[in-house]
């Protein structure tokens, strides 16, 4: 079994900064690519920000220069660092890991449950 499990969602005022967080645990062998979307309401599911094994990351052009993606390492942790937030950054966040399983080195996407990111005066 694995697991994703976020953290550090909430409500925050336009101009503020957020820090989120996504531990997987279970039985991994490895993780290729960790990641997080989000999904604002009447909107598709969008890429927010990923980051490789080797620490190659990418972000979605509307975060650029705002939102900071780092980890995982021997922790299987990823952090989303949200500055400067606007309201427009609302929504749910939901972590994704591409990785390999145990035991049988099966490659899966798992996905957590999500957490509410709120930006509001």
């Known amino acids: 079994q694995v697991q994703l499990v976020e953290s550090g969602g909430g409500l925050v005022q336009p101009g503020g900064s957020l820090r989120l967080s996504c531990a997987a645990s279970?039985?991994?062998?490895?993780?290729?690519?960790m990641g997080w979307y989000r999904q604002a309401p009447g909107k598709q599911r969008e890429l927010v920000a990923s980051?490789?094994?080797?620490?190659?990351?990418y972000y979605a052009d509307s975060v650029k220069g705002r939102f900071a993606i780092s980890g995982y390492n021997a922790k299987n942790t990823v952090y989303l660092q949200m500055n400067s937030l606007k309201p427009e950054d609302t929504a749910v966040y939901v972590c994704?890991?591409?990785?390999?399983?145990?035991?049988?080195?099966?490659?899966?996407?798992?996905w957590g449950k999500g957490t509410l990111v709120t930006v509001s005066s």
């Open positions: 279970g039985s991994i062998f490895s993780i290729n690519v």
């Open positions: 994704n890991a591409d990785l390999l399983r145990l035991p049988d080195y099966y490659g899966v996407d798992y």
């Open positions: 980051i490789t094994s080797g620490g190659s990351t």
